[in-house]
């Protein structure tokens, strides 16, 4: 399995608050995304991240915000949660590769996330 | 707009039995496309990789195909077991330099004892 460890893996928090979700990969991946995965619609991207505070928003990233310090951690941030993002959110990596390379993708193990 | 279609959305067969999975999409000039299983609650694990200059991939009784022309994609999988009970989901890397997934729905197939 690849080294992709997301936390906290359950989680509920009251509708207003901030929460936090970790994403650390032990794999030295050049890139990180988030995703969030609904019945009747799929998975989603929210954001990604290229490097090192490079990052950029995918198609869902209304109401949220990524930081990237450290190649290793990649967070997510509900800075006040709504009912609608309850949901599962989904850490992936990749490696950068070149033109004509694998990028093949991995992914965490998934955060329930509650908003109640 | 780029979609992926995962056609159908629920699938029960015979344990032993050959299956195919689809996968559709709707702009021909991909980069590569990733086949993924799904257990219930749990995350996601990639089956195969193919890159838009291959036609087919394999991995064990696992073999993806790859029609661009046709914006097609198909997971073969040999004598089914219950084990093989799962939702797969493809997903779509649309052009290099651009990593971001596109995926399906998925297809939840149940393999009967």
């Known amino acids: 399995d690849a080294g992709i460890t997301q936390s906290p893996r359950h989680k509920v928090t009251e509708t207003g608050t901030p929460v936090t979700l970790r994403c650390h990969q032990t794999?030295?991946?050049?890139?990180m995304y988030w995703y969030r995965q609904d019945p009747g619609h799929g998975l989603r991207l929210i954001h990604y991240s290229y490097g090192v505070k490079d990052t950029d928003k995918g198609e869902v990233s209304d109401g949220y915000s990524v930081s990237r310090s450290k190649t290793e951690d990649f967070l997510l941030t509900l800075e006040s949660a709504t009912s609608s993002q309850t949901s599962v959110y989904f850490c992936a990596i990749s490696a950068d590769r070149g033109r004509g390379m694998n990028t093949e993708a991995f992914f965490g193990q998934g955060t329930r996330l509650t908003v109640v | 707009k780029q979609e992926v279609t995962q056609i159908p959305a629920a699938l029960s067969v015979p344990e032993g039995e050959n299956l195919v999975l689809n996968c559709s999409f709707t702009?021909?000039?991909?980069?590569?496309l990733q086949w993924f299983r799904q257990d219930p609650g749990k995350g996601l694990t990639s089956l195969l990789l193919?890159?838009?200059?291959?036609r087919e991939q394999t991995s064990g009784r696992l073999n993806a195909s790859l029609d661009k022309s046709s914006g097609r994609s198909t997971l073969y999988i040999a004598a089914s077991q219950p084990g093989d009970s799962a939702t797969y989901l493809c997903a779509v890397r649309w052009s290099f330099g651009n990593e971001k997934l596109t995926f399906g729905t998925g297809t939840r197939l149940t393999i009967i004892p």
């Open positions: 702009d021909s000039a991909i980069y590569n």
């Open positions: 193919i890159q838009s200059s291959q």
């Open positions: 794999e030295n991946h050049r890139y």
